[in-house]
């Protein structure tokens, strides 16, 4: 009886296939913000309402911006160094000189 019963442990379960019905679920992702830096000018478009943070690399927020319409230019008044600027997911590392 033992060998009986170690045999069918063996062979695999045969799973009859699930089928479940689901709606599809419509996804619609807008175009990412586009940043580009010359020296301290920054352009973003795309964006309009976004807000623009300006991040040191040791994580303190020093500015933030809001993008008011569909392309904006604006002039970063700050000192020498490494920042990130943040939109939406957009994320630009720029070096003020």
Known sequence: MAVFACSLLAVPAM???MV???GVAEQIEEPAPV???DG??????GASGMKMEVVSLTGR???TYKIEG?????E???PKGCYILKVG????KVTVQ
């Open 89 to 92: 997911k957009t994320v630009r």
């Open 35 to 37: 940043i580009t830096v």
């Open 15 to 17: 799973a009859a296939p």
């Open 40 to 45: 301290n000018i920054v352009s973003v478009s």
């Open 20 to 22: 479940m019905e689901m």
């Open 76 to 78: 970063l008044n700050l």
């Open 61 to 63: 927020a020093v500015a």
């Open 70 to 74: 569909p392309a904006q230019r604006l």
